[in-house]
């Protein structure tokens, strides 16, 4: 592509393809390899890499976004200033960049590093409101995806993933979703690292879409992760379909740190959420004060 001419065109990988590098490969040398870079400087609102079909997998690859930032001072012009606000439409003067976008299913992206994604580092989705399914995310490091009110490391619009033994760091949110009742994530075995401007693990509910619902997703269960930082470990912003579950993880704040925000809607802050939707079941608090004895329950 052109940047001056504006004409800069994404890598799309058709049905079946597997786009390899060799990451983190030692050479006899003892060096280790970076694996095949992927980059732009320019902030366009086409994704890098346009996922064309079924059963792709991307491993193995860095992929660099042009826009590491947070650009609090854009957002607060627009939203929150003393003086005028000039609201939605000059936020998203700043284009919204994605790494890879996906309607099909089964992504497989492993061993990747991605950085500098404005909106989301790896967007999915589905077609005419069918969800895109068996998405697998993994072994990746996801890092400088951060821009307020957007900055996502894994979105979920309509879709279901299984997201795990990931690195995340400086992400507004690690993994967000849109929160319709197609879609919803297991999210296991990461290590969130913390340095965030907002909650670490994030489902959107209806008002977020104004649907007239209360809607949050079918399911999302997050278990054996580690949150080091001390904003909120997970968002809940709707209700379920089906339930929301919090087990097995270990964080850095007790319990009592993060008060009745993990379990009460935090849009009206509450009600508490419905019998059955959510269970935090045990898991290690306060690990900054030594702590290693599991606690059961949300009290």
Not at 83 to 107: A, E, Q
Request: with cysteine; glycine share 12%.
């Amino acid at each position: 592509g052109n940047a001056t001419l504006e004409t800069i065109n994404t890598i799309t990988l058709p049905a079946g393809v597997t786009l390899a590098s060799n990451r983190g490969f030692v050479h006899e040398d003892g060096s280790v390899s970076t694996g095949a870079v992927i980059k732009t400087s320019y902030n366009t609102n086409k994704e890098l890499i346009t996922i064309g079909g079924n059963n792709v997998r991307v491993t193995g690859i860095v992929v660099q976004g042009g826009d590491p930032g947070r650009h609090l001072a854009h957002w607060d012009r627009c939203h929150a200033g003393t003086g005028p606000k000039l609201g939605t439409n000059y936020f998203y003067k700043l284009p919204v960049t994605k790494g890879i976008h996906c309607v099909y299913d089964n992504l497989e992206v492993d061993n990747c590093e991605f950085s500098g994604f404005s909106y989301a580092a790896i967007y999915l989705t589905g077609q005419e409101k069918s969800a895109s399914k068996g998405h697998k995310i993994h072994h990746n490091y996801i890092h400088h995806n951060q821009i307020k009110a957007l900055g996502y490391g894994v979105v979920l619009y309509q879709a279901y993933a299984e997201i795990n033994h990931n690195l995340f760091n400086y992400n507004r949110h690690s993994i967000a979703g849109s929160g319709w009742a197609n879609s919803g994530y297991l999210a296991h075995d990461n290590v969130e690292f913390g340095a965030s401007v907002s909650d670490y693990f994030d489902m959107h509910g209806g008002k977020d879409r104004k649907d007239g619902t209360d809607i949050a997703a079918e399911y999302v269960e997050i278990y054996n992760n580690t949150f080091l930082g001390n904003n909120n470990p997970y968002n809940l912003r709707g209700v379920p379909t089906s339930h929301r579950t919090f087990d097995y993880n270990i964080v850095i704040n007790s319990r009592a740190f993060y008060g009745t925000y993990l379990y009460l809607r935090s849009y009206g802050a509450g009600p508490e959420m419905p019998a059955g939707t959510l269970r935090v079941g045990s898991n290690i608090w306060n690990i900054k004060e030594g702590n290693t004895t599991p606690i059961t329950g949300i009290h």
